[in-house]
């Protein structure tokens, strides 16, 4: 079983950055596929990046660029680094974990998820 448990969200200009963590509950955190996803107002949620548990990582078109994720496994944490924000970035943000080695970028393919946090890009 994986608590997730987000923070740095916000309110930010556009072109600003945020820090997105995630701390995770347990002990085999590190043979973990975390990943995050967000849903915006009205829509479906979506991929935003994944890292494996050997620091692998994937990305969403959207985001390629712009978007780093990155894991600290001694300290069961998950991060997203945002920079050159967009008002499309508004969403509330969260992060999931898939007990699995295997990357996967599908929403249903992870089991655990965070309460999610707000981020707000104003133009």
């Known amino acids: 079983q994986v608590q997730l448990v987000e923070s740095g969200g916000g309110l930010v200009q556009a072109g600003g950055s945020l820090r997105l963590s995630c701390a995770a509950s347990?002990?085999?955190?590190?043979?973990?596929?975390m990943g995050w996803f967000r849903q915006a107002p009205g829509k479906e949620r979506e991929f935003v990046a994944a890292i494996s548990w050997s620091g692998t990582t994937y990305y969403a078109d959207s985001v390629k660029g712009r978007f780093t994720i990155s894991r600290d496994n001694a300290k069961n944490t998950v991060f997203l680094q945002m920079n050159s924000l967009e008002p499309e970035d508004t969403a509330v943000y969260y992060c999931a974990a898939r007990r699995s080695i295997v990357v996967a970028t599908t929403r249903n393919e992870y089991g655990y998820w965070g309460q999610g946090t707000q981020v707000t890009v104003s133009s």
């Open positions: 347990g002990r085999t955190f590190s043979s973990y596929t």
